[in-house]
């Protein structure tokens, strides 16, 4: 079944007032606040299991992605009744204690070893639902578009918000 | 202008004029009461209009918030589309949280239709909430009826009404000037 694309135009303008606080690291880059513009609106819009109000949202990042850094300027903010709790991790040992983990481009393994602790898996490129994750964002030029694989979110116990499923540029279902 | 011959109404047999005074009670009693009616119909539809407006305008913020967060314009466009069957809602408009204008829908630019001379609309404005943070606001512009409009839907009723009473005063009146 075709679904309508939706295209996502923001611009760096646009994601920097999403995020709301200028970005403090000195390595965040246009795109990267962009992404963590777009990570944080979608964080918005899920729910977790076990979510309640008195724990912190955990967002692992894996170390050395090139979008890290701008993720940092999520720290704090308000996903709902959770702050997010930003970290970095390799990965190593999976992903424990994490609510959602951001992987960059990765491939299958990684993206297996980060869903054994992880609950909401986020990264780049068009082939990342292919391989397992949740929530893949796809940059073309200076749009970013997002792919939601609605199956990975079941298997996850994690549910998306219809609001933000219809702003998805695809569903795998 | 002369002043009103009183002789001529006491010149009128009792009977007519007990029976001129009973009708003019009644009619007055009508039109009280049919003005009461208006008034009555008047503020009822204005408060079950301000709800239908006020819920129309939360389940709209509610639907249009992912599309301001992401800046979907064609998603919001859609969501403010969503009242084009709503008559009384002329156009509706969607702001981001700096105020700078996201999506408007009007209905006669999109339907095609020119919308009727009803005077000035009037504002309801509404938060766009994510989370509990206002992420944009939304504006309506709506035209409830006006007391106008409730008078004149009702007037061929309250004319009908009249000159039913009229005819049977005037069959009355026939009868016992006959007598």
């Known amino acids: 079944m075709h679904k309508i694309i939706l295209r996502i135009t923001c611009g760096f303008i646009g994601s920097a007032a999403l995020i709301g606080t200028p970005v403090?690291?000195?390595?965040?880059?246009?795109?990267?606040?962009?992404?963590?513009?777009?990570?944080?609106?979608?964080?918005?819009?899920?729910?977790?299991?076990?979510?309640?109000?008195?724990?912190?949202?955990?967002?692992c990042v894996?170390?050395?992605v090139a979008s890290g850094s701008s993720l940092f300027s999520l720290q704090g903010k308000s996903a709902g009744p959770r702050k997010i709790s930003v970290s970095f991790t390799d990965l190593s040992r999976g992903a424990d204690n994490c609510d959602v983990v951001y992987l960059?481009?990765?491939?299958?393994?990684?993206?297996?070893?980060?869903?054994?602790?992880?609950?909401?898996?986020?990264?780049?490129?068009?082939?990342?639902?292919?391989?397992?994750?949740?929530?893949?964002?796809?940059?073309?030029?200076?749009?970013?578009?997002?792919?939601?694989?609605?199956?990975?979110?079941?298997?996850?116990?994690?549910?998306?918000?219809?609001?933000?499923?219809?702003?998805?540029?695809?569903?795998?279902? | 202008m002369g002043r009103f011959d009183y002789s001529r109404i006491n010149a009128l047999p009792f009977r007519l004029k007990l029976n001129l005074l009973t009708g003019l009670t009644a009619a007055i009693a009508l039109l009280l009461s049919c003005l009461g009616l208006i008034f009555l119909q008047y503020y009822n539809e204005q408060q079950e209009t301000k709800l239908r407006h006020d819920q129309i305008a939360s389940v709209i913020s509610a639907n249009v918030g992912a599309a301001l967060l992401f800046l979907d314009k064609d998603a919001a466009d859609e969501?403010?589309?969503?009242?084009?069957?709503?008559?009384?809602?002329?156009?509706?408009?969607?702001?981001?949280?700096?105020?700078?204008?996201?999506?408007?829908?009007?209905?006669?630019?999109?339907?095609?239709?020119?919308?009727?001379?009803?005077?000035?609309?009037?504002?309801?404005?509404?938060?766009?909430?994510?989370?509990?943070?206002?992420?944009?606001?939304?504006?309506?512009?709506?035209?409830?009826?006006?007391?106008?409009d409730i008078a004149a839907e009702s007037s061929i009723t309250a004319l009908m009404l009249f000159l039913a009473c009229l005819n049977l005063l005037k069959l009355k009146v026939t009868e016992i000037c006959n007598n």
Do not use: C
């Open chain 1, 24 to 59: 403090a690291h000195a390595q965040a880059s246009p795109s990267g606040n962009l992404k963590a513009a777009i990570i944080y609106n979608i964080l918005r819009f899920v729910d977790f299991p076990d979510g309640n109000s008195s724990s912190n949202l955990n967002l």
């Open chain 1, 62 to 64: 894996k170390r050395g």
């Open chain 1, 104 to 173: 960059g481009q990765s491939d299958a393994s990684e993206i297996s070893r980060a869903k054994s602790g992880g609950v909401l898996i986020i990264g780049d490129g068009s082939g990342f639902l292919r391989s397992g994750g949740t929530v893949g964002l796809i940059t073309t030029g200076k749009q970013t578009r997002f792919e939601i694989s609605l199956k990975a979110a079941r298997q996850s116990d994690v549910t998306i918000s219809s609001k933000l499923l219809r702003l998805a540029s695809r569903v795998v279902r």
């Open chain 2, 79 to 148: 969501n403010l589309a969503s009242v084009a069957q709503v008559e009384d809602i002329h156009w509706i408009q969607l702001f981001d949280a700096t105020g700078q204008k996201f999506a408007r829908y009007t209905k006669s630019e999109k339907n095609g239709h020119a919308l009727p001379n009803t005077g000035a609309d009037s504002k309801i404005s509404s938060p766009v909430l994510v989370d509990g943070d206002v992420v944009g606001t939304l504006e309506m512009g709506v035209h409830p009826r006006t007391i106008a």
